[in-house]
């Protein structure tokens, strides 16, 4: 499974951005797909991940009511669409899939988008 993610940028307080990731490959083996986020020197975060039957979500709570995941009808294309962003939101953001397949578990991951909000 391959990920590339899109549309990181800068934008202002207040603001909103739409990420894309794209899946090629195998992907009728991934199971659940997602968003985490890095700052330099800190672990890579959790933010949203979605079941790819679409029916179950989850975000961490520092998104909630502000984030929204969502993947598209063929399954290799999910979206994080970003409101009130603030500068805690800046990171950079990646791009998740867990696969199942043949008793293999396998996580992929994207190159990284930046998302830069300022103070």
């Known amino acids: 499974v391959q990920l590339v993610e899109s549309g990181g940028g800068l934008v202002q307080a207040g603001g909103s951005l739409r990420l894309s990731c794209a899946a090629s490959?195998?992907?009728?083996?991934?199971?659940?797909m997602g968003w985490y986020r890095q700052v330099p020197g800190k672990q890579r975060d959790l933010v949203a991940t979605?079941?790819?039957?679409?029916?179950?979500?989850n975000y961490a709570d520092s998104v909630k009511g502000r984030f929204t995941i969502s993947r598209g009808n063929n399954m290799n294309t999910w979206y994080l669409q970003m409101n009130s962003l603030n500068s805690e939101d800046t990171a950079v953001y990646y791009c998740?899939?867990?696969?199942?397949?043949?008793?293999?578990?396998?996580?992929?991951w994207g190159q990284g988008t930046q998302v830069t909000v300022p103070s």
């Open positions: 979605i079941s790819s039957g679409g029916g179950s979500t």
């Open positions: 998740y899939a867990h696969s199942s397949w043949l008793k293999n578990e396998l996580d992929y």
């Open positions: 490959g195998n992907i009728f083996s991934i199971k659940t």
